[in-house]
């Protein structure tokens, strides 16, 4: 199981906030974590709420079994609850500040809100914090996302063998664990088109033997890094972002554990192109693991 003892769910009171709540609640009150609730109103230019914190348990048990039964083993009563309101004219900075001022694991956070006709906020707010937060970050859409937070049962692993992609598997593992889902391994097998002056044909293009090779490779990385019978392996040919969403869209993915590489300046996360338009157009919710920052496994050091 991961170590996770503090979860965020930061909220502007919209229904895509309102829809990552049952997955906040879930992983915190299964980690037998404090659930932190912070509400950000900026200085100037936003519409202002009809709801203040602190939020009703009541209000909180509503978005709890807004879609149907409440997740199980749920008590929102016994879970260890911290609400804060700040003023700040930039939410992501303030939403990034209060994780590390109170050690955050894991932030939980809808992508759709109030600002700008209810567009999704993955271009601003959402986006801020996946690059600058300091720990993993599960994204739900909003409306796009249907399955429960307690129902999952097939997580999408993107693997390009490097290290923050076996880092994202490891989180992934554990994952499972707790949800008791099984694990898919997707790698996308790009295809290299050259100028027609360098004389390339068709033929050169990946085939069956690299599509079986690859699929080989994930095999021995399902063997050694996870270690049981719930994964399936998967090579496809195509431009990587499209391969995991149609991937997705297509085998009723509910979970997708995905790594995102580099760094922009000293403490900025710079998305990797890829995981960024995961992120942004995938079916179900997203659970980003950073490149460096804190881990989550079991084994890594407290911080």
């Given amino acids: 199981m991961l170590s996770i003892r503090r979860v965020l769910w930061p909220t502007d009171f919209s229904q895509g906030a309102d829809r990552a709540f049952p997955h906040a609640a879930a992983l915190a009150s299964w980690h037998d974590a404090e659930l932190h609730v912070l509400h950000v109103t900026e ?37 260890p609850l911290v609400q804060e309101q700040r003023e700040h004219d930039s939410p992501s900075e303030a939403i990034v500040g209060y994780t590390e ?26 986006e801020e914090v996946l690059r600058t937060a300091p720990c993993p970050v599960l994204t739900v859409r909003g409306e796009h996302n249907n399955t429960p ?24 593992k554990e994952l499972a664990l707790t949800y008791g889902a099984q694990i898919t391994l997707l790698h996308a097998v790009e295809e290299v088109v050259y100028p027609s002056a360098y004389g390339v044909e068709p033929a050169n293009l990946p085939g069956p033997q690299v599509i079986d090779r ?4 994930l095999a021995e990385l399902a063997r050694t890094e996870i270690g049981y019978e719930h994964v399936v392996v998967q090579a496809n040919v195509g431009y990587a972002p499209s391969t995991i969403l149609d991937y997705a869209e297509t085998n009723e993915v509910d979970l997708v554990v995905i790594a995102t590489h580099g760094r922009t300046g000293l403490e ?27 881990s989550l496994l079991p084994d890594a050091d407290a911080s």
């Fill in 43 to 79: 200085d100037q230019g936003t519409e202002a709420s009809d709801v203040d914190v602190p939020i009703s348990e009541s209000t909180l048990s509503g978005l709890l079994s807004a879609d149907g039964d409440p997740p199980p083993h749920v008590d929102l009563g016994a879970l």
């Fill in 101 to 126: 001022e109170h050690e955050i694991d894991l932030i939980v956070a809808g992508t759709h809100g109030r600002r700008g006709l209810q567009r999704m906020l993955i271009g601003s707010v959402a």
């Fill in 149 to 172: 937070a307690w129902a999952v049962r097939n997580i999408l692993v993107p693997v390009d063998f490097s290290d923050a992609s076996l880092e994202a598997l490891r989180h992934a």
């Fill in 214 to 217: 690859v699929e080989e490779s």
């Fill in 268 to 294: 900025r996360m710079l998305l990797g192109s890829v995981a960024e338009r995961v992120v942004r157009r995938a079916p179900a919710p997203v659970f980003t693991v950073k490149s460096f920052g804190k």
